[in-house]
Nanobody
Framework: QVQLVESGGGLVQPGGSLTLSCAAP????????MSWYRQAPGKQRELVAS?????????NYADAVKDRFTITRDHAGNTVNLQMNNLKPEDTAVYYC?????????WGQGTQVTVSL
């Protein structure tokens, strides 16, 4: 069974930074669109950011995180990273890594991010 392994969540104060990482099998990493989603309590899961598998990848961000979050691929480690700066309480959620190619859709187990004093 394909596994995506997330890491990097935790508790941070408003205005702080965190970096989430998602490790994927090589064959997934080089072919699939990789994304980060989040789900806050009582809310639907939403797309945060995505990055294509092209040689020069295309990125896409939710309006709520533009100019604060950056998604990148680390080819050496087969990981997709989400750098989160200037975090706000409304960023508190479980963050999920996703890999998608056509009808194939793979999810990680999620990592908690809490932004609070």
């Amino acid at each position: 069974q394909v596994q995506l392994v997330e890491s990097g969540g935790g508790l941070v104060q408003p205005g702080g930074s965190l970096t989430l990482s998602c490790a994927a099998p090589r064959k997934i990493f080089i072919s699939y669109v990789m994304s980060w989603y989040r789900q806050a309590p009582g809310k639907q899961r939403e797309l945060v950011a995505s990055i294509t598998a092209d040689y020069i990848p295309t990125t896409n961000y939710a309006d709520a995180v533009k100019d604060r979050f950056t998604i990148t691929r680390d080819h050496a480690g087969n990981t997709v990273n989400l750098q989160m700066n200037n975090l706000k309480p409304e960023d508190t959620a479980v963050y999920y890594c996703n890999a998608r190619l056509s009808v194939f859709d793979v999810w990680g187990q999620g990592t908690q991010v809490t932004v609070s004093l």
